[in-house]
């Protein structure tokens, strides 16, 4: 005689298979709108590298009217120091035509920093001068903005500043800064967020 029983029981297991419980389909639908967001959730233009790692200071006027520079914070502490788009020497005939880092006591192109203690770094106030930008019309002194450790200077925009011009946030950037905690929160009292100085500048 045949055990009726039996194939219930695989049908029931079958059953389970095909169908699974509701709880276990809703942590799965759950876990797939994790995993692949809507697409009508994502924004028209993708964040940019600067936008997704660092975050967005400025400091307007810095020292001299027109003088507006950015301070880009990475959340490992770093600074990049770099001209806002706004700054006076973009406004000049022909845009940033050479970049000098010979500035101060010291050429900073030529600073050479080594190791994980930053050997050979120099300290300098925010209103250190890093180098100086030249247009056709006139010269500008780019400053430190905080105080840190210079780490590195982009040395490329002697041979090609007009990245300057075309990629200040990015390539073009001046310096890289290591400011101490202190001194960081310090600086950051006295600088503008994005928002802020969208608003100041308008743009």
Same mark, same amino acid.
């Given at each position: 005689m045949k @055990?009726?029983?039996v194939?219930?029981? @695989?049908?029931?297991?079958s059953s389970d298979q095909n169908n699974?419980?509701?709880q276990q389909q809703h942590e799965g639908d759950g876990l797939h709108r994790l995993l692949v967001p809507d697409a009508r959730d994502l924004p028209l233009i993708p964040p940019s590298a600067v936008e997704s790692n660092f975050v967005s200071y400025f400091a307007p006027d810095f020292i001299k009217p027109g003088h507006d520079q950015y301070v880009y914070r990475h959340?490992?502490?770093l600074c990049v120091i770099g001209l806002a788009p706004t700054h006076v020497a973009f406004k000049d005939s022909g845009g940033i035509t050479a970049v000098d880092f010979n500035v101060?006591?010291?050429?900073?192109?030529?600073?050479?920093v080594t190791g994980k203690r930053k050997k050979n770094a120099q300290q300098f106030e925010p209103n250190t001068a890093l180098c100086k930008v030249c247009t056709n019309d006139d010269s500008y002194i780019v400053r430190c903005?905080?105080?840190?450790?210079?780490?590195?200077?982009?040395?490329?925009?002697?041979k090609l500043p007009g990245l300057l011009n075309s990629?200040? @946030?990015?390539e073009g950037y001046v310096a890289i800064i290591m400011p101490k905690p202190a001194d960081w929160l310090k600086a950051k009292g006295l600088l503008l967020g994005l928002e802020e100085y969208k608003k100041l500048r308008d743009c």
């Open positions: @055990d009726n029983s194939d219930d029981i @695989d049908k029931l297991d699974p419980a509701p959340a490992n502490g101060g006591r010291s050429d900073r192109s030529v600073l050479k903005c905080v105080k840190g450790s210079l780490l590195e200077v982009n040395d490329r925009l002697i990629l200040a @946030d990015r």
